[in-house]
């Protein structure tokens, strides 16, 4: 089956299960799985019972997608996102941004947990994305199928509207929210403090190892993209500290109801 069909598969199950057509959709980073008990109406879809969706392995992503209410409008979130680390192809991992799109989303919030690189960021901050450097080693538009356009534009990949309005919005919440660059690697394993001042000589302000082949699929699709990062930790070698997956869900739990004021304004006045 063909990579239409299997999303038209994805879609009619989808809609079966809730009719409303999202405006939104939300990717949730490591941790961020709690947002989605912020949705009303809400509609608990398991990914392993959609059609063609991969399934997450990682812990503090739990694996549903989403479909409520959240501030008078209606979200897809992608409670748990899949990563290149985890085995899937470039294309398994960003088949759920297609199916939102196909849903009717206009707008991809895209959240994750991110290692900070700029000496400035502090633990618990937030950083709005406005670049990207991908250090995967390939791309999800790779491929004898071309689903879409090939040769993409990624100058002006993530909306400065949306950025500038998350800025706006977070100087009514108790949050530090930054630009900044966030550089995707392979994973699953952290970096080297080697690894992390090339990182930082390159131009990059955070590390990960998800959303970049998210956003360029939805750049492809021609989505409002808005990328926000928590510093989950400080990068390997900043501080004399080792790192852990553990600290990273420790972070996002402690600084969850920041986000939640933050997110829910920005969703009832901005996106
Ligand atoms: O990018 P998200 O999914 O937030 O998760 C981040 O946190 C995990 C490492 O602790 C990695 O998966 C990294 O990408």
Redesign the pocket.
């Known amino acids: 089956m063909d990579t239409e069909n299997k999303i038209q598969e994805a879609v009619s199950y989808i809609r079966e299960k809730y009719a409303n057509p999202p405006q939104i959709g939300i990717i949730l ?4 799985s709690f947002f989605q008990e912020h949705l009303q109406d809400s509609t608990v879809i398991a990914y392993s019972d959609i059609p063609n969706f991969p399934v997450s392995t ?1 812990e ?2 739990a694996g549903n997608l989403v479909m409520g209410k959240c501030q008078g409008k209606e979200l897809c979130v992608m409670a748990g ?1 899949f ?1 290149y ?1 985890e085995g899937y192809t470039m294309q398994d991992i960003t088949f759920p941004v297609r199916v939102m799109a196909a849903l009717g989303i206009k707008t991809l919030v895209v ?4 290692g900070g690189i700029n000496k400035s960021y502090s633990v618990g901050d937030f950083v709005a994305l406005t670049d990207h450097i991908n250090l995967l080693g390939s791309s999800p538009l790779r491929g004898k199928e071309t689903s879409g356009q090939r040769f993409i534009d990624m100058t002006h990949c993530y909306t400065s509207e949306l950025r500038d309005q998350a800025i706006e919005t977070s100087k009514n919440h108790d949050i530090t929210l930054h630009q900044g660059v966030y550089a995707a690697t392979h ?2 394993n ?1 970096e080297t403090p080697a690894e992390i001042r090339m990182m930082r000589v390159m131009g990059a302000d955070l590390v ?4 970049v082949p998210e956003v360029i699929v939805a750049r492809q699709l021609q989505l409002q993209i808005l990328g926000i990062s928590c510093v ?1 930790n400080m990068a390997a070698g900043v501080l004399d500290q080792e790192l852990s ?1 553990h600290e ?2 420790d972070t996002m739990d402690k600084n969850r109801q920041k986000f939640v004021g933050f997110i829910e304004e920005l969703i009832a006045n901005k996106l």
């Open positions: 980073g490591s941790g961020f990682v503090g992503h996102r990563h680390y959240t994750n947990a991110a994973g699953p952290f990960g190892m998800s959303t989950t997956h990273v869900m």
